[in-house]
């Protein structure tokens, strides 16, 4: 079973920045497309943002600008690089495949709380 491992959260004023990675236990990174997701108190879980093996990224539109997915191959790594924080984007952050479909389990995540 691969192994996601994300760090990085933390309590952080409005308009501030964090850099969240994820380790991931087996080469997939340079072979799938990967993905970050959160979930929100009382919401659903969401991808946000994503990145093929190619290196392309997409993020949800009203995150566009302010979140910067990226990685590295030879590390296994996904790193999320977010800017201009609001207190909307609290939530649990997780790493994965960016495809649903191919989803079978799920890291402990890393909290961020957007707070003044």
């Known amino acids: 079973q691969v192994q996601f491992v994300e760090s990085g959260g933390g309590l952080v004023q409005p308009g501030g920045s964090l850099r969240l990675s994820c380790a991931v236990s087996?080469?997939?990174?340079?072979?799938?497309?990967m993905g970050w997701y959160r979930q929100g108190p009382e919401k659903e879980r969401e991808l946000v943002a994503s990145?093929?093996?190619?290196?392309?990224?997409w993020a949800m539109r009203r995150l566009k600008g302010r979140f910067i997915i990226s990685k590295d191959n030879t590390k296994n790594a996904v790193y999320l690089q977010m800017n201009n924080l609001k207190p909307e984007d609290t939530a649990v952050y997780y790493c994965n495949y960016a495809n649903k479909n191919l989803v079978v389990n799920w890291g402990q995540g890393t909290q961020v709380t957007v707070s003044s």
């Open positions: 087996r080469t997939l990174v340079s072979t799938y497309a």
């Open positions: 990145i093929t093996s190619a290196g392309d990224t």
